[in-house]
């Protein structure tokens, strides 16, 4: 019976700050986790347009009657309607100009099954630069017992964010690759990720001129290629938090970028499309690209490609 009602509980305070967020349930299902425990996958498209969807995945027991999870939860509802506008929800950019999509992500995390004192959350990205490219990394993100400290809760609402950024830095890092078969490679999520001094998660140091030069490419890759030109959101906080940056200082990029020409601003002046001007500049933004993608081959014997150790 405890089960049910935190069940339904769950439920009610999801659909609540869904429809706040201007989200609606198209579906929702009993799951497990990875170690076994109940959850309950929830579907969520922006209402009235269900074409675009997403899916969040919370424990039963997930406290969302708490302050603090109900405004974490509320907080990334309202961001997750933000990117269900984007025409590809799901992408993303790595800082080298690697264009990506994610799938197959299994929450909360579950502790490692081989011994170590971690937390681990499984899941896949795959290149998306709009050739229909069979790459794909299967990810195995792993926080440590100190890092665990810094995090609330093991869930989505709480850690998708970092988890998410922490995998385009170890792209960043050449320490993840992109193959057509292989098994889980690790995302080692450590301290080294969070300031204690300013309490807040640390990737990459950048620069205004760096961080236009990132906006720009999202505008190409995720808007100009992979979206038929669509307006995509450029204040991302997600993006912010990756280039250690503000949605402020994102926001003096991106209209650095409209006055230079090289994005159209949407009636919601978060969202861009790229110009023709930006679109011209398609051999430099796959030169990028090509350049990201010999950095993460490896250079050792190729017999031994792909055979990272699953986790």
Not at 12 to 30: M, P, R, T
Not at 36 to 53: K, M, N, W
Not at 223 to 242: F, H, I
């Amino acid at each position: 019976m405890m089960n049910v009602n935190s069940r339904s509980s769950l439920q009610s305070h999801v659909v609540s700050l869904a429809s706040a967020a201007g989200l609606e349930i198209v579906s929702s299902a009993e799951a497990t986790s990875f170690a076994g425990a109940p959850t309950t996958r929830f579907q969520l498209a922006l209402i009235g347009s269900s074409d675009r969807q997403t899916q969040l995945e919370l424990s039963d027991s997930f406290a969302s009657d708490k302050p603090e999870f109900a405004q974490q939860l509320k907080i990334f509802l309202s961001e997750t309607a933000q990117r269900l506008r984007n025409p590809v929800p799901n992408a993303m950019l790595t800082l080298g100009g690697i264009p990506l999509t994610t799938s197959n992500f299994e929450w909360p995390f579950h502790e490692s099954t081989a011994g170590a004192d971690t937390s681990l959350v499984h899941g896949q990205v795959h290149l998306a630069d709009g050739t229909g490219s069979p790459l794909f990394a299967k990810i195995a993100a792993s926080m440590t017992v100190t890092f665990r400290e810094i995090v609330a809760a093991p869930e989505q609402p709480f850690a998708e964010s970092f988890i998410l950024n922490a995998v385009r830095k170890t792209f960043d890092q050449g320490q993840l690759e992109l193959v057509k078969s292989g098994n889980r490679q690790p995302v080692p999520v450590t301290t080294r990720f969070y300031s204690p001094r300013t309490q807040k998660f640390v990737f990459n140091d950048t620069t205004e001129p760096q961080r236009k030069a990132h906006l720009a490419a999202k505008a190409f890759w995720l808007s100009g290629v992979l979206g038929a030109e669509a307006p995509v959101w450029l204040l991302d906080p997600r993006d912010a938090q990756y280039l250690n940056a503000s949605v402020a200082d994102l926001k003096v990029s991106l209209e650095a970028l409209a006055r230079e020409g090289a994005v159209s601003l949407d009636h919601d002046p978060a969202y861009a499309s790229p110009t023709p001007a930006l679109v011209a500049k398609r051999p430099e933004f796959e030169a990028h690209l090509a350049e990201a993608l010999a950095f993460i081959k490896p250079t050792f014997n190729e017999e031994m490609r792909g055979g990272h150790t699953n986790m």
